[in-house]
């Protein structure tokens, strides 16, 4: 039997920088400040105070049952993408097509692309304050 050798892993410096996200700290001590009576308006991670309302529950449940369990397109749906060119173009008076159109599912990940692709090693940049917590570090 070949005998089995470990070892370590060696993660990359990069790691050394992770931090905690900064809005869950937020969250924890305004938490915190409720159990001890305070009254709390929650703005640190964008989670509703509310349950998901039951009419989005059902058409979520609907939609598996219809098959819709795989991955779709990477720009996100084309008639999602058409509707919200729709709607940006009435409402801002802005013509936007659905090519211009990415869906994400937050803003954090775009706004991290936008800096990737704009700001380039050695570069400096500014964040205005007051800024989100996960921004402002």
Known sequence: ???TTQHELQ?????SRLGT???????????ALERQGK?????EIGEPDFDTPLNVVDAG???????WTH??????LPDLRQALAEYVSRTRGVKITPDEVVVVP?????IFFTILALIDDGMKSSIPTPASPSTSR
């Open 39 to 43: 009254s709390i308006v929650h703005l």
């Open 11 to 15: 993660l990359a410096r990069r790691m």
């Open 106 to 110: 937050g803003g954090k990940p775009i």
């Open 1 to 3: 039997m070949a005998q």
């Open 71 to 76: 991955y779709g397109p990477s720009a996100g």
């Open 21 to 31: 996200e900064t809005a869950f700290e937020v969250l924890n001590k305004a938490r």
């Open 61 to 67: 449940v609907d939609a598996l049952r219809k098959g």
